[in-house]
T-cell receptor, first 115, second 109 residues
């Protein structure tokens, strides 16, 4: 079982460009999440989705958008990248559909550099 | 506001025991997670506590005191492969995880 996959593994992007980070899970989990991880800071939630067809804003949603057209995929789009979006991005999933605490499982991450 | 505090870095010796502390302040509380993260890799689940007390799982144990807003992760018989960052995360009233910045554990021979 692959679990959660993310693509690309790493990317260098010019400021102002549009970029979509891909995330796919094969565990049939209801909930999916996007986090960014920066040195000296904890994981910060960007957007989440409790079930297919629904999305919600996390702690740091500005400059990012998501969609959840089906259970398996949860792409994250940067409409116009800025250098402050340089970070490592992790996608995660959990079995809960909101309203309960469940273990989150993480993808391998995408290292994004915006110049 | 919501906050998780844990030490930035700790050093321990191979074969020894180390305790990593975590204090949390959240709006509501629905449990406390510990994750391990090796450099350049994804976080992986270690433990979950929602009731007070100690949960033991092999060489790793996790403790929770809800009244004190406090948890610790205890690692016994340290091995070099335990060198990693250990992330503490509390589930708040909306079941969202609030994450600490992580404790980098360095194991010396």
């Amino acid at each position: 079982t692959a679990g959660i996959t993310q693509a690309p593994t790493s990317q260098i992007l010019a400021a102002g460009r549009r970029m979509t980070l891909r995330c796919t899970q094969d565990m049939r989990h209801n909930a999916m999440y996007w986090y960014r991880q920066d040195l000296g800071l904890g994981l910060r939630l960007i957007h989440y989705s409790n079930t297919a067809g629904t999305t919600g804003k996390g702690e740091v949603p500005d400059g990012y958008s998501v969609s959840r057209a089906n259970t398996d995929d949860f792409p994250l789009t940067l409409a116009s990248a800025v250098p402050s979006q340089t970070s490592v991005y992790f996608c995660a999933s959990s079995d809960s559909a909101g309203g309960s605490t469940d273990t989150q499982y993480f993808g391998p991450g995408t290292r994004l550099t915006v110049l | 506001g919501q906050n998780i505090d844990q030490p930035t870095e700790m050093t321990a010796t191979e074969g020894a025991i180390v305790q990593i502390n975590c204090t949390y302040q959240t709006s509501g509380f629905n449990g406390l997670f510990w994750y391990q993260q090796h450099a350049g890799e994804a976080p992986t689940f270690l433990s979950y506590n929602v009731l007070d007390g100690l949960e033991e799982k092999g060489r790793f144990s996790s403790f929770l005191s809800r009244s004190k807003g406090y948890s610790y992760l205890l690692l016994k018989e340290l091995q070099m492969k335990d060198s990693a960052s250990y992330l503490c995360a509390a589930s708040d009233s909306n079941y969202q995880l609030i994450w600490g910045a992580g404790t980098k554990l360095i194991i010396k021979p």
